[in-house]
């Protein structure tokens, strides 16, 4: 957000799996003045967008640091298709 037109920014996942590397071409700035619900608009996408990537964060490191395994012999068990009222 702070970069000029024609410079060049780079940015870094937080898991470090993908990195954005762009150029500025063009910057047009919306007046809260002339346009307040363009600016709020673009808040709430920011928002949202924000609130999002802290979730994937978050839940990264979780299941990291849990060092989640998926036992699949015990969810066959649990999940195979057994006789239901409905057969019966």
Do not use: K, Y
Request: glycine share 6%; hydrophobic share 40%.
């Amino acid at each position: 957000m702070g970069a000029r037109q024609g410079e060049i920014v780079t940015d870094m996942r937080a898991d470090g799996q993908s990195l954005l590397l762009a150029i500025v071409e063009n910057i047009e700035r919306t007046s809260a003045a002339e346009a307040p619900q363009l600016v709020e608009q673009a808040r709430q996408q920011m928002q949202e967008g924000l609130g999002q990537s802290f979730q994937e964060v978050i839940t990264t490191e979780a299941v990291t640091r849990a060092h989640v395994r998926r036992n699949e012999q015990m969810i066959e068990r649990a999940f195979s298709a057994g006789p239901t009222d409905a057969q019966q």
